[in-house]
């Protein structure tokens, strides 16, 4: 049983402003949270060489792992925006949330709660909520889950269940508070997504998937999941911001130099760690993001914090297309620019923002298309490009073969481009 009675770090007033381009808040993934007989830390993880020199932590109780804004990413692959709607199983028996997408904006009634309401929200959602648990020797910890089918299909974070593909035993806890175990289906590091299975179980609730598309800024949003162990904890807030390149580290278990970077919906719901896995909601009822990271002050109020307003949530839209790849095949496969990237640093360009192309694969899409090494993209269709990760999340909401338009600077010209993506694949 997770402790809940740890010490509050003390308040601390704000941090003093800093330079622009050096955020003042990082970036954690947030999942597992561990069982009190664990060290809450991990061993540290390995920044990007660019990125602030504290050390990278696994978030376990109360406590975030740092994902500072790093300057450079290794090859730019994929995640997938489009919707996939074919049935993942012929059986007549089994439902799947997969094999379409909920358009209605209204929600079903629950008992006398106000349609719409968070009440109402919550007792529709919580049913298809379930709390991951990871035991290994040295310790464990949980995070949270969405129910996909009825005969036990789960979608969750790749850091949730990384260290059952380790070697560690798998359990979930359903809502009605039954455990049993589970496996792993497939898993996705560089979406930071996994499938797992709880066996022995029927008839289950799939949660309903919404269109993470039809998000705007400002509109409601319910947060359902574990966190610090507390299973079926609701919050509600407001979609704060979308399309936000949010990096949450490296793919470790995947394929080399793929960042793990997420085109995220931002919200100031409160999440925590062990909320990672769980849903993002709107007022219908409706699945819109997998909750994934949070902000973090970071070491200029302690060791130790939660929730300050801004957490990261990956778009559902792009996560049920890799779950789809993952309970087909164990692994997904992304799209593919073929570049290295970095943070543009030449004042000398026509634009001061944008990713430098760093190296350009010869055989890949860029070069191709006529990219060359030192190009500065500044757009991907009509999205701005202001750094190496908005081009890394650009990239990876489109699929393998999609024509995309790019802008560039290269000297002094500006000049355009349309490029075929690739394809890459991240099997564990």
């Known amino acids: 049983m997770t402790d809940t009675t740890s010490t509050l770090p003390p308040y601390n007033p704000s941090p003093e402003p800093q330079a622009w381009g050096q955020p003042a808040a990082d970036t954690r993934p947030f999942g597992p949270t561990p069982p009190p007989e664990h060290d809450p830390w991990l061993p540290p993880g390995q920044p990007p060489a660019s990125a602030p020199t504290e050390e990278a932590r696994r978030p376990r109780r109360g406590v975030s792992l740092l994902i500072a804004v790093a300057l450079a990413a290794g090859l730019i692959g994929g995640g997938a925006g489009a919707v996939v709607t074919n049935s993942l199983d012929g059986s007549p028996t089994v439902t799947s949330s997969l094999s379409s997408t909920s358009s209605s904006n209204q929600s079903q009634p629950v008992s006398n709660a106000p349609a719409g309401s968070v009440e109402q929200v919550a007792a529709a959602v919580l049913p298809s909520v379930v709390s991951i648990e990871v035991r290994t020797a040295n310790g464990g910890g949980e995070g949270s889950g969405i129910v996909l089918s009825s005969d036990g299909l789960i979608l969750t974070n790749n850091h949730v269940v990384a260290d059952a593909a380790a070697g560690g035993q798998l359990s979930v806890t359903l809502n009605s508070g039954k455990s049993v175990g589970a496996t792993i289906v497939g898993r996705d590091p560089v979406t930071d997504l996994a499938v797992i299975r709880a066996t022995g179980v029927s008839g289950l609730s799939p949660a309903k998937l919404g269109d993470s598309a039809a998000l705007r800024p400002g509109q409601s949003v319910v947060a359902i999941g574990s966190p610090l162990g507390l299973q079926g904890t609701v919050t509600s807030g407001i979609v704060s911001a979308l399309n936000r390149p949010v990096r949450t580290g490296s793919a470790t278990g995947g394929a ?67 779950a789809n790849q993952l309970i087909k095949s164990g692994s997904a496969v992304h799209a593919q620019l073929g570049v290295s990237v970095t943070d543009n640093s030449n004042t000398t360009q026509v634009s001061s923002t944008g990713a430098t192309l760093a190296a350009v694969s010869p055989s890949g899409a860029a070069a191709k298309a006529g990219l060359q090494a030192g190009d500065v993209v500044t757009r991907v269709g009509d999205r701005e490009v202001d750094s190496a990760d ?26 355009t481009v349309t490029v075929t993506l690739g394809a890459d694949s991240s099997a564990p």
């Open 390 to 415: 908005a081009l890394i999340a650009a990239v990876r909401s489109h699929r393998p073969g999609d024509k995309v338009t790019l802008v560039f600077q290269r000297g002094s010209a500006t000049k």
């Open 256 to 322: 080399a130099d793929q960042a793990t970077v997420i085109d995220a919906i931002q919200t100031d719901a409160a999440i925590n760690p062990g909320n990672s896995g769980g849903p993002l909601v709107n007022s219908a009822g409706q699945v819109v993001g997998i909750n994934s990271a949070i902000a973090s002050l970071g070491s200029s109020v302690g060791s130790q914090s939660g929730s300050i307003g801004l957490g990261f949530s990956i778009p559902i839209n792009e996560a049920r297309v890799v």
